[in-house]
């Protein structure tokens, strides 16, 4: 009946309003619907819905281990440990003026901070970003394409040195990692791709990236997260007060290259 019911509004719906004279008003109720469901909510941490994973779920642990992978100067770092005083917290940034910043914050606030990125394999890559007077900026990124593609603006290259997850916790002796949290301007994926060993023990409860247009550069499709983490892990949409289960990968659900956070949840953790 639920089916009928809905091909009938379809049906309705579509005579009436599939048309250029309504495209503002389809706009909008387009625009709407992304927000409701978990995109392009970015004004602050409650309706990006991070507050809720922070207060409702890390919080949970007395002494988390988390990752930053990609930790710029430190907001995320701060955040983690003014909800929970006794998180064990390591910080990666590769960009060395932005890594100044993190590291005078990281001596503030007591949390490690390691000056390179997170990737596949370790090594040196270009790391692009715009010209800011001496100070880097929060778009930095492996991609070229995402400085002077997205932003429309000079890339400056530097030459940064690149490590991977596997690597980082077999050299701290890391049993249990609560929260990989990765923001790498599109070069997630890849950062997964080098904690492939440290997934396959499942030694990570929770992993948290943004998916967003520099997905666009990176060639990297939400298809791909899928396969590479579905069989451990249940996926979410992160909404302002809780989780949006995708439980089938649809492309015309996933592919929204627009800023958006996802997390994946290990399963038989009991942490939902």
Do not use: W
């Amino acid at each position: 009946m639920g089916e009928k019911i809905l091909k009938i509004m379809v049906i309705l719906y579509r005579a009436l309003f599939a048309r250029p004279s309504c495209y503002h008003f389809n706009k909008l109720l387009f625009d709407l619907s992304a927000r409701g469901l978990g995109l392009q909510n970015y004004e602050n941490d409650r309706v990006s819905g991070e507050g809720f994973v922070l207060h409702r779920l890390l919080a949970r642990y007395p002494k988390p281990v988390v990752l930053d992978v990609g930790a710029n100067r430190g907001n995320y770092a701060e955040k983690v440990l003014t909800v929970i005083a006794g998180a064990e917290l390591y910080a990666f940034e590769p960009h060395p003026e932005t890594f100044s910043s993190l590291e005078v914050v990281a001596k503030r606030s007591n949390f490690q901070a390691r000056n390179c990125g997170m990737g596949a394999q370790p090594g040196t890559l270009k790391l692009y970003d715009r010209q800011a007077g001496g100070e880097g900026t929060e778009h930095a990124s492996l991609y070229r394409e995402v400085i002077e593609g997205i932003h429309q603006v000079q890339a400056v290259a530097t030459e940064v040195v690149v490590s991977t997850v596997d690597a980082f916790v077999r050299e701290q002796g890391i049993e249990r990692i609560a929260m990989l949290k990765i923001d790498t301007e599109g070069h997630e994926y890849q950062v997964l791709c080098g904690a492939r060993e440290t997934l396959d023990r499942g030694a990570i409860d929770l992993i948290q990236i943004e998916f967003n247009e520099m997905n666009v550069v990176s060639r990297i499709f939400f298809r791909d997260f899928y396969n590479l983490l579905a069989g451990q892990f249940d996926i979410y949409r992160l909404l302002p007060g809780g989780l949006l289960p995708i439980t089938k990968y649809r492309p015309l659900q996933c592919e929204l290259f627009t800023f958006q956070n996802l997390l994946f949840v290990r399963r038989g953790g009991n942490l939902l």
